[in-house]
Structure formats: C-alpha cells, structure tokens
C-alpha cells in the first residue's frame, strides 16, 4: 500500500470514529469529581509520607550528633595524658600478676542420679 | 509520548492536582468513545472509564514514564475482564444500528468492518494508531507487545482493511 493510500484511508477511519457519539458531559463531571477526589488524597499521602521521611532523616541526624558529642562523658581535655614510657624498657607483660590459680578439684564420686 | 503526559508526570512530581484535572479533561472523552468502539455500552464506558483513571490515579506514580500508554491499558484490561464476565453471564444480540445514509453510511460500514475483518488486538492498534494518533511505541506500552510487531501489525491490518474496503467498493 503506498503511503498516499495509508493517509487516505487513516483519515477515513479517523473521521468514521469521531462520528461516535460523544459522551454526556454531565457524566464525564460527575467522574471527574471522583477522579479529581481519588488524585487529591493521593497526593497528600504523598506528602504526608515525604514529611514522614525528612522528620525521620532529621531526627536521625539530630541522634547522631547527639551521640557524637557524648553529653554524659567528661570533657577530654580534664583527662591525665598517659605518662611516656623511658627509653629501653621493655613493655609490661600483658595483664600477668601472679600463677595461675588452681583448677578447681575434680569430684571424688560419679554424678549422683538417682538414690532411694 | 503523548503531551499529556507530561501533565501525570507534573501531579506525581509536584502534587498539582490541576494538571491531572487537566490530562483527565483531555484524555476521557477519547477514551469513552474508544470504549464505545471496542464493544462496550455508553453505561458500561462510563463504569469502565471511571475505574481506569481511578486505578490510574493508584499506580501512575511508580513509573511515570508513558501514563496516557497506561491508561489505556488499564482501561482495555477492564474492557477484555467485563466482556468476558458478560459473555458468561448473559448472551444478548446487539440492538441493530439504525439506517445511515450518507457520510454516517460510509462511517458506520468502516467501522463494522474494522470490528468484522480484525481481531481484539489489532482492532486495538489500529484505532489507537490511526485515530486516536498514538505512536507505536505508546501503542506497545499500552499492549505489552514489542513495537516491531505493533508496527508489522499496524501495517498489515490496515492493508487488510483497504482490500476490504475495494472489495466492499467493487
């Protein structure tokens, strides 16, 4: 089909379906109240949920810096800096004072299950 | 895509609830008569009209990229269903088209012909394409097919109805 004959019949066909009746206005406002109605609570749930994030985020933000200024800690500047160590000397064995205690004494008898 | 679109996008990026007024303004009485159309009564247009936009409305935002494509998906979705339901519960013949003369005798055959000589889908392609003036792309969204076949299918059924049409002429 050349392309003339396309547009030719594409205009028919556009022409046949427009002859359509149209809808009743009445109808078509009635629907759009609902339409219209149905799109406002979805765009306040919208907003409400994005309120909802940027409170959340904000609070967030708000808890960590809270937490990163640590309010109930003793500011760093009152605490001793660690003495240096001389020159030479060896570390400190690591948390060692003394032998180790005993193991506690095994049980001189089996586990007691069952007596009359 | 379609102006309109950009109408949808704006109410889901910004709330303006004028600019989905506004595509519904343009967008439903086209939708009504495409309805009409496809095989539906005034009334059951107007149901299936409404619970399109309404079910627009719900998922539109998710992905707004073709929102008149979704449309009028959704509304051929609820088409395809009520018919269906219809078909099962109730079997009643068509009232008879009253007599036409004229430009409407020439209007009503093409449009029997396009409901005779085409199946569902392409009925769906060819008026979405030819009348209403969607691209294939949009045509394929609002589908689920792949747009080379839209536009393979455009193309032959409109062949099919021109040799209908000569026939019909001759």
């Known amino acids: ?116 | 895509m379609a102006a309109t679109d950009a109408l949808v996008r704006r109410w889901c990026r910004e709330g303006d609830e004028q600019a989905f007024t506004a595509f519904y303004r343009a967008e439903a009485p086209r939708l009504w008569k495409l309805l009409l159309a496809r095989g539906a009564g005034p009334e059951e247009a107007y149901d299936l009209l409404a619970e399109a936009f309404l079910r627009l409305v719900r998922t539109v935002c998710r992905d707004p990229t073709a929102p008149r494509a979704l449309l009028y998906r959704i509304a051929l979705n609820l088409l395809v269903d009520h018919q269906r339901r219809q078909a099962t519960a109730r079997r009643l013949a068509p009232d008879p088209p009253e007599p036409a003369v004229g430009d409407a005798a020439e209007h009503e055959a093409l449009r029997r012909l396009v409901r005779e000589r085409l199946g569902p889908d392409e009925q769906n392609i060819v008026l979405m394409r030819y009348w209403i003036g969607m691209t294939h792309r949009e045509i394929a969204t609002a589908l689920g097919l792949p747009e080379g076949t839209v536009r393979r299918r455009a193309a032959e059924a409109l062949a099919r109805l021109r040799a209908a049409w000569r026939e019909g002429d001759g």
Do not use: N, T
């Not at chain 1, 205009?11 to 078509?28: H, Q, S, T, V």
């Not at chain 1, 907003?47 to 309010?71: D, H, K, S, T, Y």
């Not at chain 1, 500011?75 to 180790?100: F, I, K, L, M, Y």
């Open chain 1, 1 to 116: 089909m050349s392309l003339a004959e396309e547009k030719a019949l594409a205009a028919r066909l556009e022409a046949a379906f427009e002859a359509l009746p149209e809808p009743d206005p009445a109808r078509l406002a009635a629907i759009e109240a609902r339409v219209a109605a149905a799109a406002h609570r979805r765009a306040a749930a919208r907003r409400a949920a994005w309120w909802l994030a940027a409170a959340l985020a904000a609070g967030a933000a708000a808890a960590a810096g809270w937490w990163a200024a640590r309010p109930w800690s003793p500011p760093a500047a009152s605490e001793a800096p660690a003495a240096p160590r001389p020159a030479g000397v060896a570390p400190e064995a690591p948390d060692r004072q003394g032998p180790a205690a005993p193991a506690p004494p095994a049980p001189d008898h089996g586990p007691i299950i069952y007596r009359r």
